[in-house]
């Protein structure tokens, strides 16, 4: 099993930054991929970015050059020239491949952006 634990969501005026912490705990040795996701009322859940456990990143369009992804013991997303959009809930997200593929999922930490 594996815990996932979000930190650093709130409330922020636009072209604020805020950076949002997980860390990961239990069975975390075949970790193949660590990302970020979220999702705002009424609307499906959709990637932010994501890192691989070689270090390659992927990002939305519509935050690339703004939010950075990156990934020591603690996964962290760096977001800066917030925009009211950027409201949402942001999930963590550990993708673990051992026995097959398991995906974990954090609770959620809620980032508010008003303009």
């Known amino acids: 099993q594996v815990q996932l634990v979000e930190s650093g969501g709130g409330l922020v005026q636009a072209g604020g930054s805020l950076r949002l912490s997980c860390a990961a705990s239990?069975?975390?040795?075949?970790?193949?991929?660590m990302g970020w996701y979220r999702q705002a009322p009424g609307k499906q859940r959709e990637l932010v970015a994501v890192?691989?456990?070689?270090g390659s990143t992927v990002y939305a369009e519509s935050v690339k050059g703004r939010f950075t992804i990156s990934r020591e013991k603690v996964m962290y997303l760096q977001m800066n020239s917030l925009k009211p959009e950027d409201t949402a809930v942001y999930y963590c997200?550990?993708?673990?491949?051992?026995?097959?593929?398991?995906?974990?999922w954090g609770q959620g930490t809620q980032v508010t952006v008003s303009s």
């Open positions: 890192i691989t456990s070689g």
């Open positions: 239990g069975s975390i040795i075949s970790i193949h991929r």
């Open positions: 997200n550990v993708i673990i491949v051992s026995g097959g593929v398991n995906n974990y």
